[in-house]
């Protein structure tokens, strides 16, 4: 018998990512990493936002947009190397670099904000 | 029964249709090439994000030492650094992108039908929009409230 692909695992966690990245990054990246730095909005101070990461359902909900979001990128980086540059060839090194990169980034999400203090 | 054809087998490359090598830069050719291009790029800035956001927990989160927002201010002074703000100016652009992109396309992949009737994929872009503005303002109710 043929092995099973798992081709539709990734595609449902590459689909799933690219909602969540659509519904909350943007949002997320303009106030956090270009208003409140250069002060176009007035900042959280650093205590409100320290005591709103530690709530357990931010933290529950960042580690899934990471988790998802990292995934999407794996999967369609993955094709983008493969359509773009063409070096489907590579797949050995490629799939590895992408999926392995989307774990690792996954577990330090886990482990940043599990042990958040 | 007869015999299933010998191509039946899957392969990654295909062994005996002739291809022409395309060029490595054939999608710099049209617009919508273009576009499908950066459309998939987007996700570099996907991952950037979440690696921005990673770093700003690790800066929040020493908390209880001697000097607890010590890390937080160098991450802010960081972030003020003009490669930072143009790479996080860029990566917004990419953001938005895929979101428009993504939205649209949900309307072209979903087919959904009420008592038979197909649902114009307008009122599914338009439903994943209001999902958009909605889950935006409650995100940056969250951060500004402070």
New interface residues.
């Given amino acids: 018998m043929r092995k099973r692909s798992n081709e539709p695992v990734l595609w449902v966690l590459f689909s799933a ?3 969540l ?14 208003a ?3 002060g176009w ?1 007035d900042a ?3 205590e ?3 005591d ?2 530690r709530m357990p359902i ?1 933290r529950l909900g ?1 580690f899934v ?2 988790f998802f ?2 995934f ?2 794996a ?3 993955r ?2 190397l493969y ?4 070096i ?2 590579l ?1 050995h090194l490629i799939f590895p670099f992408c999926y392995g990169g989307a774990l690792l ?1 996954s577990v ?2 886990g482990y ?2 599990w ?3 | 029964m007869s015999q299933p054809p010998r191509s039946s087998s899957y392969t990654e490359y295909h062994p005996r249709w002739y291809r022409p090598r395309v060029s490595t830069w054939w999608w710099m050719g049209r617009w919508s090439y273009l576009k499908f291009i950066q459309r998939e790029i987007s996700s570099v800035f996907v991952a950037w994000f979440i690696v921005e956001l990673l770093m700003l927990l690790h800066a929040l989160s020493n908390g209880q030492g001697a000097f607890p927002q010590q890390a937080y201010r160098e991450f802010l002074i960081w972030l003020r650094n003009p490669v930072v703000v143009f790479l996080n100016l860029v990566s917004l652009f990419f953001v938005v992108f895929h979101a428009v992109t993504w939205f649209n396309l949900a309307a072209a992949a979903m087919v959904v039908r009420v008592k038979g009737k197909k649902i114009p994929g307008a009122l599914i872009a338009g439903s994943n929009y209001a999902a958009w503005i909605v889950v935006s303002a409650i995100l940056a109710w969250a951060l500004l409230r402070a």
């Fill in positions: 990512g690219g909602v990245a659509a519904l909350a990054i943007p949002v997320l990246l303009f106030l956090l990493f270009l409140f730095p250069l909005i959280p101070s650093f409100r936002l320290h709103l990461v931010v960042l947009l990471c979001s990292l999407h990128w999967h369609r980086f094709y983008t359509d773009g540059l063409q489907k060839h797949n980034g330090v999400a940043l904000l042990n958040f203090r």
